[in-house]
Nanobody, 124 residues
Framework: QVQLVASGGGLVQAGDSLRLSCAASGRTITTYTMGWFRQAPGKEREFVAAISWIGGNPVYADSVKGRFTISRDNAKSTVYLQMNSLKPEDTAVYYC?????????????????WGQGTQVTVSS
């Protein structure tokens, strides 16, 4: 079992930055692919970014490419999502997720473990 706790959300203005963190416990996430997803009110959960444990280039949704950066610190069992140039449409609950395997999947159902979510609100 892997337990994930996301943190770092908040209320910011358009153009500001936030860094989300996802701390894992229970099992080492060294061999897990980690992802970030988000869900806005009335919308389905959507992919944001993912990073495989074997390295290689992270994968990003087109809507965040160039603004968000996903990274991981396996020694700290923590994954980060640096969000720059935030827009009101980035407002959502952000979830971190983990899946066993090397593929940085974009489909939520392929992830086995989920954190509780952290709210990000961007005002215009």
């Amino acid at each position: 079992q892997v337990q994930l706790v996301a943190s770092g959300g908040g209320l910011v203005q358009a153009g500001d930055s936030l860094r989300l963190s996802c701390a894992a416990s229970g099992r080492t996430i060294t061999t897990y692919t980690m992802g970030w997803f988000r869900q806005a009110p009335g919308k389905e959960r959507e992919f944001v970014a993912a990073i495989s444990w074997i390295g290689g280039n992270p994968v990003y949704a087109d809507s965040v490419k160039g603004r968000f950066t996903i990274s991981r610190d396996n020694a700290k069992s923590t994954v980060y999502l640096q969000m720059n140039s935030l827009k009101p449409e980035d407002t959502a609950v952000y979830y971190c997720a983990a899946r066993k395997g090397t593929i940085a999947a974009v489909t939520p159902s392929l992830y086995e473990y989920w954190g509780q979510g952290t709210q990000v609100t961007v005002s215009s």
